[in-house]
């Protein structure tokens, strides 16, 4: 069964005490939600490739701030036959990030960024190939400055873009929907509330009013 009052991260979702939850959150009590496990990879911490800081960066601020996922950095920036990208996000998404910043001679001063067409193309069949739902080319115009915050830019096709809002908006919707249950359920709750308070002092009236028969007049 599902939940009458709309709350999907119950522990006791579909349980016998579920079966016995008459009022809002009345046995509610919420999953507990386990970091995932990371990969154990020689990837997965920085080497001394040229963009080697600037991919540790953007797999560590992956991991701190994406839930239920899991962030891997991949061997070798993704020169292996199996593993594709440098960065591959799963679980509730799936989004390859290919990163690049500028070669040496044009780290320190520069204000452009070169991106090639065949970079694109190629991120794009590979993220076909391991059937992710999004990629993205995440650049920095300098390794120094590229902490994945904002000096940190992204190149995608636009359709990616929109199928990113249009998800965005979905969401949204669901969420929209989810608190407006959230509300009704909590009108529902006191509702019920204010009829017990009314029972109760009906209750107590008609008590008072049967001692008061009771009680033999003078």
Same mark, same amino acid.
């Given at each position: 069964?599902?939940?009458?009052?709309?709350? #999907? #991260?119950?522990?006791? &979702?579909? /349980?016998? !005490?579920?079966?016995?939850?008459?009022?809002?959150?009345?046995?509610?009590?919420?999953?507990?939600?386990?970091?995932?496990?990371? +990969?154990?990879?020689? %990837?997965?911490?920085?080497?001394?490739?040229?963009?080697?800081?600037?991919?540790?960066?953007?797999?560590?601020?992956?991991?701190?701030? +994406?839930?239920?996922?899991?962030?891997?950095? *991949?061997?070798?920036?993704?020169?292996? @036959?199996?593993?594709?990208?440098?960065?591959?996000?799963?679980?509730?998404? @799936?989004?390859?990030?290919?990163? !690049? *910043?500028?070669?040496?001679?044009? =780290?320190?001063?520069? !204000?452009?960024? *070169?991106?090639?067409?065949?970079?694109? #193309?190629?991120?794009?069949?590979?993220? =076909?190939?391991?059937?992710?739902?999004?990629?993205?080319?995440?650049?920095?115009?300098?390794?120094? #400055?590229?902490?994945?915050?904002?000096?940190?830019?992204?190149?995608?096709?636009?359709?990616?873009?929109?199928?990113?809002?249009?998800?965005?908006?979905?969401? @949204?919707?669901?969420?929209? +929907?989810? %608190?407006?249950?959230?509300?009704?359920?909590? +009108?529902?709750?006191? /509702?019920?509330?204010?009829?017990?308070? %009314?029972?109760?002092?009906? =209750?107590?009236?008609?008590?008072?009013?049967?001692? &008061?028969?009771?009680?033999?007049?003078?």
């Amino acid at each position: 069964m599902s939940c009458r009052w709309n709350t #999907d #991260d119950c522990k006791f &979702l579909d /349980s016998k !005490k579920c079966d016995i939850c008459f009022t809002f959150q009345q046995f509610y009590k919420q999953n507990e939600v386990k970091a995932p496990k990371r +990969l154990r990879q020689r %990837a997965q911490k920085a080497d001394k490739r040229m963009g080697a800081r600037f991919e540790k960066a953007n797999h560590d601020r992956n991991v701190s701030a +994406l839930r239920e996922t899991e962030s891997n950095m *991949t061997i070798n920036s993704g020169a292996t @036959r199996r593993q594709k990208g440098d960065e591959n996000i799963t679980g509730y998404i @799936r989004v390859m990030e290919e990163l !690049k *910043t500028q070669m040496p001679d044009r =780290i320190k001063g520069t !204000k452009s960024f *070169t991106i090639k067409r065949e970079w694109l #193309d190629k991120l794009n069949r590979e993220a =076909i190939q391991k059937g992710m739902e999004f990629w993205y080319l995440v650049f920095t115009f300098s390794e120094n #400055d590229g902490n994945c915050a904002g000096d940190t830019f992204v190149v995608t096709e636009k359709e990616m873009v929109f199928s990113m809002v249009q998800n965005m908006l979905s969401d @949204r919707r669901r969420a929209d +929907l989810a %608190a407006k249950a959230a509300e009704v359920s909590k +009108l529902e709750l006191d /509702s019920v509330k204010a009829e017990n308070s %009314a029972l109760h002092a009906k =209750i107590a009236f008609l008590e008072s009013k049967l001692e &008061l028969v009771k009680t033999p007049s003078e």
